[in-house]
Structure formats: C-alpha cells, structure tokens
C-alpha cells in the first residue's frame, strides 16, 4: 500500500557548529566524542497504511558515536499526546522501516531501538524564528541563519538527509534536553528546518 506524510522540519544537535553529518554525508565526525539529535516532524497531511496522519507531531531522538556511519545508534521517538492509537500503530510501522521511505535508509545503522512514548509536543514557528518543546525536560529555541545582503536564509544543498536535500541552517541558541536516557544541553548549537514530503 502506498503512504505520504508532508509538514514541516526542525532539528537540533549537539555538535557545537553546522553538523558534520549533514555536508559530509555522515563520513565526517561529529564536534564532540557524541552525536545526539532531536529530528521533529510536524505533518501538515498524509496517511500511512490508510490511517490519516495530518497533525501528527513526531520527534526522532537519536543518540550516535561521533560517526554515524558507524552506525550503532540508539534511537527513540516521542509522539504528540494527541496522537490516536491508531496513528501511533501506523507511525510505528513507518518507523521501523518496513514500508520504505527515509526511515528504511537509516533502519541498518540503528544499534537499539529505546521505543515510542507519548509526551506533549510543541512547535512554533514564526517567521524565522522555531521553538520545539517536549513536556517539562526538552526545551530549545532557534533562528534561521540569514544572509544580511538579501535577508534570504543560508542553506546546505545536495544533502544526503532524512528530511530533503535542501536544509535551512539555523543557530540554536539554548537547549535543554533529557528524555528516554538521552541527555545534552548548551548554547550556540546546529540546526536546520525545511520543508519535508516522505513517499513510497
């Protein structure tokens, strides 16, 4: 059966400037002797095995070795308290892989698997300014980084990524973060938004 899900995309991640990851292809190491990310999904329509998923929010928490190549990832994901039992099936299903899409080009690099859980999930977004928050332990705001001759966003292009070849940069000013066992925090870190359509 065929799916799609499209929305919009915010992430954030520990590595201290533009994440390697993204421009390398995932052959350049992470800034610290660690990955660990947050991808939010935030589908705007779509349905996945005939289940309507518009307005489900999802987060992929992902904790690596400083090469995600290497893969050996630990990997959870966080679904909007609102979701229906009937998404979150669905959205389980997209996630491990077995109907195509992104989640089946990342599905060998994953080492465990921590599970989905149900928390409240927030996103904001105004102008080019996001905040993503997941209950009371998960908090960061960010801008998009934007050329001051133009004022039109700086990109990465040509990107081998879960959410699409192009990604807007952004600069996460402050974070706080800890859910299911992964853990980080600081100031000034990398991160991106886009626009993301997933099919198969």
């Excluded at 390398?24 to 660690?34: E, G, R």
């Excluded at 927030?122 to 998009?144: E, L, M």
Aim: aromatic letters at 8%; a negative charge; glycine letters at 10%.
């Amino acid at each position: 059966m065929s799916w799609n899900i499209k929305g919009s995309y915010y992430e954030n991640c520990s590595c201290t400037n533009t994440c390697p990851c993204t421009w390398s292809s995932m052959l350049a190491p992470a800034t610290n002797d660690y990955c660990r990310a947050n991808l939010a999904f935030k589908i705007s329509e779509g349905s996945v095995e005939g289940v309507s998923m518009d307005g489900v929010t999802f987060v992929i928490l992902v904790d690596s070795p400083p090469l995600m190549a290497d893969g050996n990832w630990k990997v959870g994901v966080i679904v909007d308290q609102n979701t229906s039992d009937e998404q979150m099936e669905a959205l389980g299903t997209l996630m491990s892989g077995e109907i195509g899409g992104p989640p089946a080009m990342l599905k060998d690099l994953i080492g465990e698997m921590l599970g989905m859980e149900r928390h409240p999930v927030s996103i904001a977004h105004d102008g080019n300014n996001f905040n993503v928050q997941i209950g009371d332990t998960f908090d960061y705001s960010a801008t998009v980084i934007t050329n001051p001759m133009t004022e039109q966003p700086v990109k990465l292009v040509g990107m081998m990524h879960p959410a699409g070849e192009e990604l807007k940069i952004a600069n996460v000013h402050n974070v706080i973060g800890s859910l299911m066992g992964i853990d980080f925090g600081g100031n000034n870190l990398s991160g991106y938004q886009t626009d993301f359509s997933w099919a198969a």
